[in-house]
Structures are given as C-alpha cells and as structure tokens.
C-alpha cells in the first residue's frame, strides 16, 4: 500500500514517515520545502534504511497537483500535514494562510474525489459483471438442451465480455491503476472469478451440458 504524506518532511510529518516505513508502507512525499529541508530525507534513510519517494511541489498550483495523481496513480491513502501553522504570521498576512492551506487541501481534495469516482464505478463494473457471471452459470447448470438455451447463453457470454473489456481498459488507461483495480477485485469472495472466465471455454461447458 502507497500512502501520500504532503508536509512530509516537517517535523510532524517526517516523524509520521517514519513510522509508516517502519509498519512495512510505501510512502511517497509532497513537500514544496518552504519550511523544511530536503536533507531531512537522509535522516528518514538512517532511521528506517528506507528513502521514501520524493516529489518537490507547490499544491496551491492545481496543474501539479493534477500531474502528480497521473503519475502516483497507485496512491491509497493521504495524511495531510502542508499547511502552515505560525499565528503571528497568518494574522499579519491571512490571504497568504488562504491560500496555502485552504485552496491547497481544495485541489488535493478534488483530485481524491476524482479517483474515488473511478474506484467506485469500478466497483460497480466488477458487480455487473459477477452478476452477469452467476446468470450465465445458472443458464449452463439448469437448463435443458434447446437453441433458446444456446442462444440465452451466448448473449450472456457476449455481455460479460463487454464487460470485462470495459474494466480492464479502464483499470489501465485510467486514474485507477492495475493495482487498484486488484485490490478491489480481490476483495469479492469469488476473489478469481474474471481470470476463470473465458468466452469459449464456457461455451464449450453449455454445448455439453446440453447434449
């Protein structure tokens, strides 16, 4: 599992890095260095003897933001700590605190609902088409010898190829990743149900079954 943690290299967050590593989590890190300093990951490797990735990006720039989701696409989970904190500074200069920790966490925010968009009709694909399987097994299983069973049963083939297609384009051309795409499989109980099912194999079935 990739966990995002924005800030990492702060005091908090280096510390939360850290421990993530030491829990056995790949972590990656947006840190814009206004703050902080990029030798703090050499003290996060002494540590854990692990060097998290590292991206150097503002998140009040939204096309960065955008462009790090592309290429991170695998991240699972995001602990937030960009923001600044001094009290001083964000009553002499609260435009400036605005911006940095309220339109910042908008845009991060936005690119995670984004991806729970896509993760969630993912799902919902992957339903259909355990739905679309069982119909299909249930055809082959219970019904006698006839052409409307034939037929019944190559329509349901054809569905859940288109399917299965569409789930597998997704799941590579996508913001939801191989990965992704994975995980929430293998979260149904018939865990290795879309690998099993091939077209022709369980044509072969129905044509025996009815016999």
Sequence with gaps: MKILVTGGLGFIGSHTVVELQNKGFDVVIIDNLSNSSESVLKGIVAITGKEPQFEKLDLREKASAQAFFKKHNDVSSVIHFAASKAVGES????????????????????????????????????????????????????????????????????????????????????????????????????????????AEEVKRKCQTNFT
């Excluded at 969630?120 to 019904?143: G, H, V, W, Y």
């Excluded at 083939?157 to 499989?185: M, S, W, Y």
């Design 91 to 198: 009553v002499k200069n609260p435009l400036l605190y605005y911006e940095n920790n309220i339109a910042s966490l908008i845009y991060l925010l936005q690119e995670l609902q984004e991806k729970t968009e896509e993760i969630i009709k993912l799902q919902q694909d992957l339903s259909n088409a355990k739905d679309q399987n069982t119909i299909l097994q249930k055809i082959c299983d219970n019904q006698t010898n006839s052409d409307k069973a034939l037929s019944d049963a190559q329509s349901q083939i054809d569905k859940l190829q288109k399917i299965i297609e569409n789930i597998a384009t997704k799941a590579v051309d996508k913001p939801t990743t191989n990965t992704t795409f994975n995980q929430i499989r293998n979260n149904f109980s018939d865990k290795h149900f879309l690998e099993n099912i091939k």
